[in-house]
């Protein structure tokens, strides 16, 4: 039934996202230090391209969201090979938000500056943090977790906070909290795909067929059996169509004529994804 895989190019710049660029920018010599977030399940896709340009060289922590729904050997393997230019912090922001690294690494980066301020007959000051990542990474979460109280506005959907906000998180630290960004044509669509299917791009503007069909396929080559544990699904046709009886039957998605439902199983395969349903995942892999 699906002979759109691909067929669809993905790309999400509202007008919100440039204009955060822009205002990145602007303040970015205000800023001593970044927080890129990027989530655990996606740690290719979700990693803004063209973040060297945007944040120049300021110091910067690598915050890897998500951890607790990721499957751990496969993100970490991804992981490895970033040790090498960040300090990492992996970390589930959910049950286990063990903030006090964050903090502790922020006020040693910042150490130097405030020396050199003081020196100069200076006050010292908190360090001005930007935090930065694409939609829906848990960045507003994290801040909540560090700030200790809800500060910043969070929701399981990309394009949660809409303009930048400065948020202060104690007497050492002061955070800027901005609006997930993507860039304006996302030339891998594998990535595309992989960030949708992850709920980091707006659904109304996503083809849910092309979406769910991505989903299946990456579930059926990386998870098999997670695959068949939800769906009792154990192969996969060139065009879906078996899947999509199987699941249209178990579910009971049918139209009124007592057809397949393809629209309204392409939604429920989506949001069993959004919803957990298939724990441990991690649709990145390094090219082989
Ligand atoms: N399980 C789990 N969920 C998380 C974690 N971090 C964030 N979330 C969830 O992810 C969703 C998005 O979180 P937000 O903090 O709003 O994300 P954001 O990056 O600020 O999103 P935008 O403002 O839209 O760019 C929320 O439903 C959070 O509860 C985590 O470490 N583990
Ligand atoms: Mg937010």
Not at 58 to 78: H, M, Q, S
Not at 171 to 179: F, G, I, R, Y
Request: with cysteine; charged share 30%; glycine share 4%.
């Amino acid at each position: 039934m699906d002979n759109r895989q691909n067929s669809t190019n993905i790309n999400w710049y509202p007008g919100h996202m440039a204009k955060t660029k822009r205002e990145i920018a602007e303040k970015i010599n205000l800023i001593d230090i970044v927080y890129e977030v990027i989530d655990a399940r996606m740690p290719i896709s979700s990693k803004i391209v063209d973040i060297d340009n945007l944040i120049k060289n300021k110091p910067r922590l690598l915050i890897v969201t998500k951890y607790d729904l990721c499957d751990k050997e496969a993100t970490d393997k991804i992981l490895k090979i970033y040790e090498k230019s960040y300090r990492i912090i992996k970390i589930d922001l959910i049950k286990n938000a063990n903030t006090k690294e964050i903090i502790n690494i922020t006020k040693k980066l910042m150490q130097p500056l405030n020396e050199k301020r003081k020196s100069q007959g200076m006050k010292e000051r908190p360090a001005r943090v930007l935090i930065i990542g694409v939609p829906n990474v848990g960045k507003s979460t994290l801040i909540n977790r560090l700030v200790g109280k809800k500060s910043a506005t969070v929701g399981n959907r990309p394009g949660v906070t809409k303009s930048l906000n400065w948020i202060r998180i104690n007497k050492d630290v002061e955070l800027l909290d901005t609006p997930g960004i993507l860039w304006p044509k996302i030339e891998n669509q594998e990535n595309a795909h992989v960030l949708a299917s992850l709920s980091s791009i707006k659904e109304e503007i996503l083809n849910i067929n092309d979406i769910a069909a991505f989903i299946l396929r990456k579930l059926f080559s990386l998870y098999p059996e997670k695959l068949k544990a939800r769906y009792q699904i154990e192969t996969l046709t060139a065009d879906l169509s078996e899947a999509y009886n199987k699941i249209a039957q178990k579910r009971k998605v049918f139209t009124k004529g007592g057809l397949v439902d393809y629209d309204k199983v392409s939604a429920l395969i989506i949001k069993d994804l959004k919803d957990g349903y298939f724990p441990n995942i991690t649709f990145d892999r390094l090219e082989k």
